[in-house]
């Protein structure tokens, strides 16, 4: 089974919580970003707490460990279940991340490959490699891998083995769900869900990668 992951990147906090609300018998989880938190606050946990589905801060943390990990607190405070680091920092600055998730009973996802053509202006010539050996090297509950380069999710893979690759681009952005779907664990999911006339019916459409 292939987790559905709902990128909840809607702006209105008041749809945001109706197409959650509507989506959340079909998700596994809800990915939240800066687009709804910065219009919402933190306190959108509070309204979405109730669908009884983690709720993972995907603010691509990227600072020094310090910085990086009073985000996290504040992020674990408000009641999400798991964040997402940039792997670019380094080795620092993802333990800190990690640390403070596993200190409060969360997980942390860190990126190593992005899904849009210019991430391969930087994420490249053995790049994500590097990033995915040093996730599990510092204990990370997973990778962040694009679902619109699967050859790249299969060289990653071999890497991380069994943690978790959570993997964003399918839909909109061209990636297909069921080429993705066999090589991670979960497959992330927005635009074509939340922009669709009835979003429940588009995730009731992705049910396939569940079962």
Not at 68 to 73: G, H
Not at 197 to 203: H, L
Request: some cysteine; charged content about 20%.
């Amino acid at each position: 089974m292939t987790d559905l992951v709902l990128a909840l990147d809607v702006t209105d906090p008041g749809r945001a919580v109706s197409v959650a609300t509507a989506c959340a018998p079909h998700l596994d989880a809800i990915k939240l970003g800066y687009p709804l938190v910065l219009r919402s606050g933190l306190s959108i946990t509070r309204d979405l707490s109730s669908l009884g589905l983690p709720l993972v801060a995907d603010f691509k943390v990227a600072d020094i460990p310090n910085t990086n990990r009073l985000i996290a607190e504040a992020v674990f405070s408000a009641g999400f279940d798991g964040i997402i680091c940039h792997g670019f920092c380094g080795e620092d600055s993802v333990l800190a991340c990690v640390e403070t998730a596993h200190g409060q009973g969360g997980r942390c996802f860190v990126v190593a490959e992005m899904s849009h053509p210019g991430a391969l202006t930087f994420f490249s010539a053995g790049v994500p490699e590097r990033i995915a050996r040093m996730a599990v090297s510092l204990g990370a509950d997973g990778i962040i891998a694009p679902a619109t380069r699967p050859e790249r999710v299969r060289a990653l893979r071999g890497i991380v083995r069994d943690r978790l690759i959570w993997s964003p681009g399918a839909g909109a952005q061209g990636g297909d769900p069921k080429v993705i779907a066999p090589l991670v664990d979960g497959i992330i999911v927005g635009r074509q869900v939340y922009q669709a006339a009835d979003p429940a019916a588009e995730a009731a459409a992705l049910g396939f990668l569940r079962r």
